[in-house]
């Protein structure tokens, strides 16, 4: 695959809480985030699946399933089929290629499961609604907010008035906190949302996060709180802001190890290749740009035909000058027209996983994650 174009850096005119969350990281991040062609970059499968999983939750928090516990079940879980179906055929073709069918993607039945299960629970105590939308003036699902000055919006996936509570569900396998635990980007996150809800006079007191094992974390939010974090959000946005109007890229990049982890811009961000070191591989992962020196060696496994790439490490979270690289899928390296990697050809493997051949200079592919791209 050929590596995306990295966006132009313009000013971004407001923050969501995902865009601020970005921001925090990577000045860089926020930038591709806001105008990036995104679907230039395989999709997470626990992207797709969680985003189809909000989408069963916010049907269901508009009392749009029946409320018969069964008919409802059956109904959420064949919602959840059809969002899922829709964005997969709308999919990156690596995320494709090695998921051939929806059924095949990495928890795809625990996440229907849950959605199912989630929804059942909150359609039960729901009356169904009789209009397309919800106002925010009582609250209710996916209710668009917007601060006074337009700088901050946002869309918490429940507000609940009546107990002065905000709620966001977390679908994910892995959380970054787990159980009554609130991670601080959690944290950040439901005093965006208060801020967000005083911002349109609607009282809140708390924030509800809620797992998709359904665990709850509880956050108190007072209105200092809430204010406090839409204030930091509203100086972050300048200075990035300050920073675009002078800045390229690469420049605006803040390459670490930490900023780096499970980040989709390292195929494309220079400043990462350029500052990444082996020191960042137990942080952030196994990262290669490498020349590949030998013509690729190709077999058949139970499968498909795989390819052997023998490699001189350039740079990256890898260290040894000479890597093997093993079973990479032929199709993997051929989507979007290109060519099997020829004896002088630079590829970046992004996500590579260590083998079980013993030695520090072989890695392999994981079906999950790794991408390889042609520089």
């Not at 939750?57 to 409802?72: I, S, T, Y």
């Not at 397309?132 to 946002?154: Q, T």
């Not at 000479?322 to 290109?338: A, F, H, K, S, Y």
């Not at 051949?357 to 079906?367: C, I, L, N």
Request: hydrophobic residues 40%; negative net charge.
């Amino acid at each position: 695959m050929k590596i995306p174009q990295i966006p132009t850096v313009k000013t971004i005119s407001h923050f969501t809480p995902s865009l601020y969350e970005a921001a925090l990281r990577c000045k860089a991040l926020a930038i591709w985030s806001a105008f990036g062609e995104r679907n230039t970059l395989p999709q997470s499968s626990n992207a797709i699946l969680g985003s189809c999983f909000h989408k069963v939750l916010e049907l269901a928090n508009k009392g749009q399933f029946p409320q018969d516990k069964k008919a409802c079940y059956d109904a959420a879980r064949q919602v959840f089929e059809e969002q899922v179906q829709l964005q997969y055929q709308n999919a990156h073709p690596l995320l494709k290629s090695k998921f051939r069918s929806i059924d095949r993607l990495p928890y795809y039945y625990l996440f229907r499961e849950r959605a199912a299960l989630h929804a059942t629970d909150i359609a039960l105590q729901k009356q169904p609604s009789t209009s397309p939308g919800i106002s925010k003036l009582v609250g209710g699902a996916e209710v668009s907010l917007v601060s006074r000055d337009g700088l901050i919006k946002g869309r918490p996936d429940y507000i609940n008035i009546a107990k002065s509570e905000v709620i966001d569900y977390k679908s994910g396998t892995k959380a970054e906190a787990v159980g009554t635990e609130l991670s601080v980007s959690e944290i950040r996150q439901l005093r965006l949302y208060a801020h967000l809800c005083l911002e349109n006079d609607i009282q809140i007191s708390q924030g509800i996060i809620v797992r998709g094992n359904n665990q709850h974390a509880t956050l108190t939010i007072s209105d200092q709180d809430a204010r406090t974090e839409g204030d930091a959000a509203r100086v972050l946005l300048a200075e990035l802001n300050a920073a675009a109007a002078h800045q390229t890229f690469q420049e605006m990049a803040e390459p670490s190890p930490e900023n780096c982890k499970g980040c989709s811009c390292i195929p494309l961000c220079e400043a990462f290749w350029e500052q990444a070191t082996p020191e960042w591989a137990n942080e952030c992962g196994l990262h290669l740009e490498a020349e590949v020196i030998e013509p690729p060696n190709p077999s058949i496994n139970s499968a498909s035909r795989v390819i052997t790439l023998q490699t001189n490490a350039i740079r990256g979270t890898f260290s040894p000058a000479q890597v093997t690289i093993q079973q990479i899928p032929e199709n993997w390296l051929m989507l979007d027209g290109e060519n099997i990697p020829e004896v002088g050809d630079v590829i970046r493997l992004v996500n590579a996983k260590v083998t079980n051949s013993g030695s520090s200079s072989v890695v392999g592919v994981d079906k999950f994650s790794t991408s390889i791209w042609m520089v």
